[in-house]
């Protein structure tokens, strides 16, 4: 497809239990991001990343998150020991970035829900 | 730093009536601004940009926003209200006097059109 793809589109898990959800960004897209949104809330900013630039981690809540992404394209986010409190839909989206240096639009994925147990 | 404020966590419209929903933002250069819509259970999805040139910009939907510097708002408007365009509506700021490319989202706002 065309589309930012993640999966998997839900995952249930165990408190304590690491986690991994990937992100498939739109071919081409130097750009990729990651956010948590919780029920009803707005987006929380997690981690970014820009071609072969060392990525923005400042929205990481906590050093059980971590993000890869591999080759400049595909990306995964692990939490590990997940918490009741990592309930929430993680999107992922990517966007070009033109030659000015700006950031074009971003295209977000359906996101991943995840429910801690 | 740069942020955005949505000051209304819902708007309540009847069809056929116009809609607005407000966005403020907040840059130390020239902003980037978008506004996003997000369907139940869905994905969110671009609705329209503003860059530079027109105040005025029109996107998917009908939905236009206008651009204005002195109050440092970005409103998404829509002349005639349709029932299926109730959704969470983000507007987003971006810096574009800084080299990062994280973008800032409001907290969005929740519209229902009633019939």
């Known amino acids: 497809g065309a589309g930012v793809s993640q999966s998997p589109s839900n995952k249930v898990t165990e408190k304590g239990k690491d986690v991994e959800l990937r992100c498939d960004p739109i071919?081409?897209?130097?750009?990729l991001y990651w956010y948590r949104q919780s029920l009803g809330q707005g987006l929380e900013f997690l981690i970014y990343f820009q071609g072969n630039s060392a990525p923005d981690k400042s929205g990481l809540p906590s050093d059980r998150f971590s993000a890869e992404r591999t080759g400049g394209s595909v990306s995964t986010l692990t939490i590990q020991r997940t918490q009741q409190e990592d309930s929430a839909v993680y999107l992922c989206?990517?966007?070009?970035?033109?030659?000015?240096?700006?950031?074009?639009?971003?295209?977000f994925g359906p996101g991943t829900r995840l429910t801690v147990l | 730093a740069q942020s955005v404020a949505q000051p209304e966590d819902q708007v309540n419209v009847a069809e056929g009536n116009p809609l607005t929903v407000k966005c403020t933002y907040s840059?130390?250069?020239?902003?980037?601004l978008f506004w996003y819509v997000q369907y139940p259970n869905r994905g969110l999805q671009f609705l329209l940009k503003?860059?530079?040139?027109?105040?005025l910009v029109k996107g998917s939907y009908g939905f236009e926003a206008e651009f204005n510097k002195s109050q440092t708002s970005f409103h998404l408007k829509k002349p005639s209200a349709l029932v299926s365009d109730s959704a969470l509506y983000f507007c987003a700021v971006r810096d574009l006097g800084t080299n990062a490319g994280k973008s800032t989202f409001g907290d969005g706002t929740t519209l229902t059109v009633k019939p």
């Open positions: 071919s081409g897209h130097t750009a």
């Open positions: 989206a990517s966007s070009l970035v033109g030659t000015s240096g700006s950031t074009d639009t971003q295209y």
């Open positions: 840059v130390s250069g020239n902003p980037y």
């Open positions: 503003y860059i530079t040139g027109d105040n």
